[in-house]
T-cell receptor, first 112, second 115 residues
């Protein structure tokens, strides 16, 4: 069966510091991978998606970037965090772009 | 443009009551897919159900049931005999070929089930 991992689970970072969040999927190959952010207010916003190694699509302009160095690894990064980057970050995967997306446990980021 | 509306921001019920969570969607695509996810306090989104636009059959899974009506563009979710463990935020979502598979979420409904 497939499993999706995210780490760290929680993170508290000062403004201006760098960020690296990691997501990995087990039990499948060539998945589509997604990063979402959920700010206070509960709405989920798609940030990035990737259909293959090195292929990244950005949905909204922002302070963040994503990379996919390996087939089942998706990384969310920032060079300098802003207060507005605080939120709950969820990684998800699916096999096809209209297939069911399955989510990881999330990373709660607080920028102070 | 695609849109999902969950008009109920918060609902509070007493255990064993039935509760219906509303979801209204908008899309011009004829092929689309609807989803419900549950987000318990731990934060992880748990997949509950997926329906495609060609299948209007209602579905029942234990205490959960879903009513899909294309005529009113609605995909409502009913929990029968609610339990405290049902307390969570529930999201309805939509994806279409036209949206390139991007999942459009409603704002969620927070359900509190009190003992």
């Amino acid at each position: 069966s497939q499993t999706i991992h995210q780490w760290p689970a929680t993170l508290v970072q000062p403004v201006g510091s760098p960020l690296s969040l990691e997501c990995t999927v087990e039990g499948t190959s060539n998945p589509n991978l997604y990063w979402y952010r959920q700010a206070a207010g509960r709405g989920l916003q798609l940030l990035f998606y990737s259909v293959g190694i090195g292929q990244i699509s950005s949905e909204v302009p922002q302070n963040l970037s994503a990379s996919r160095p390996q087939d089942r690894q998706f990384i969310l990064s920032s060079k300098k965090l802003l207060l507005s980057d605080s939120g709950f970050y969820l990684c998800a995967w699916d096999r096809d772009r209209t297939d069911t997306q399955y989510f990881g446990p999330g990373t709660r980021l607080t920028v102070l | 443009a695609q849109k999902v509306t969950q008009a109920q921001t918060e609902i509070s019920v007493v255990e064993k009551e039935d509760v219906t969570l509303d979801c209204v969607y908008e899309t011009r695509d004829t092929t689309y897919y609807l989803f419900w996810y549950k987000q318990p306090p731990s934060g992880e989104l748990v997949f509950l159900i997926r329906r495609n636009s060609f299948d209007e059959q209602n579905e029942i899974s234990g205490r959960y049931s879903w009513n899909f009506q294309k005529s009113t563009s609605s995909f409502n979710f009913t929990i029968t005999a609610s339990q405290v463990v049902d307390s969570a935020v529930y999201f309805c979502a939509l994806t279409t070929r036209g949206s390139q598979g991007n999942l459009i979420f409603g704002k969620g409904t927070k359900l509190s089930v009190k003992p």
